[in-house]
């Protein structure tokens, strides 16, 4: 079981990286419940939380993202500084949990009412590397391939920080984030475990399956 010690919400900035001018990836921990639910085509799936560059952004199968405080400590290491809970973006900030590890489909009981079901690996962008603002920033964060997860809101509800994270299904097959992550950017041998994997969004499967048949 692992537990939720960051619940974050959007703080507006300015981001040259984008057309859209402004940015909701720098997260600030908040004390307060959330509702958490599914957006539909587009927005964020915590009420509270921004996001402008919904053509990329947001939506129900990016409706959540996970960080691993684990995978952050990670990244204190190599970066010689603090990193805090959402600084990465995330809205979930999770301890003892697995995420690079978890099953696309796996789904996670948050508190006693919501559940998140895992949807696809975050992939850097433009905004990511501004933000960041460390050397090579998006060849590193993909060489060391802990992307974080996205969640689908399959019951919606209240989350705050302290909340217990119990895994409460495993699906039958064997393609974790970090498999997909890798398969998408450094290792596209692996793109065709991709496209049988049903809850990974459906312009993924499509975009492995159609690179998988250009190799063979």
């Not at 919400?9 to 001018?21: C, I, S």
């Not at 559940?115 to 696809?120: G, K, N, T, Y």
């Not at 050397?135 to 590193?140: E, L, P, S, T």
Request: aromatic fraction near 6%; proline fraction near 9%.
């Amino acid at each position: 079981m692992g537990e939720l010690i960051s619940v974050n919400l959007a703080v507006p900035r300015h981001n040259p990286a984008k057309d859209t001018g402004v940015t909701g990836i720098d997260k600030h921990p908040t004390t307060e419940p959330v509702l958490v639910r599914a957006p539909g085509p587009k927005g964020p799936g915590l009420v509270g939380d921004q996001i402008f560059d919904v053509a990329h952004h947001g939506g129900d199968d990016q409706a959540v993202y996970a960080y691993a405080r684990e995978d952050l400590d990670f990244w204190e290491a190599e970066l010689g500084r603090p990193l805090t809970g959402g600084v990465f973006g995330e809205n979930i900030t999770t301890r003892g949990l697995d995420v690079t590890g978890a099953l696309i489909g796996e789904r996670w009981r948050v508190g006693e009412h919501v559940v998140l079901e895992v949807s696809s690996p975050r992939l850097p962008c433009g905004t990511f590397a501004h933000w960041m603002d460390e050397q090579g920033w998006i060849k590193r964060f993909t060489q060391v391939a802990r992307p974080g997860a996205y969640f689908r809101v399959i019951t919606p509800g209240a989350i705050r920080v302290g909340d217990p994270v119990v895994v409460e299904h495993r699906p039958d097959h064997e393609v974790t984030i970090g498999v997909t992550f890798r398969a998408v950017t450094l290792e596209p041998d692996l793109l065709p475990l991709l496209p049988p994997v049903e809850a990974l969004p459906k312009a993924m499967r499509e975009r492995a399956a159609r690179r998988s048949a250009k190799k063979t």
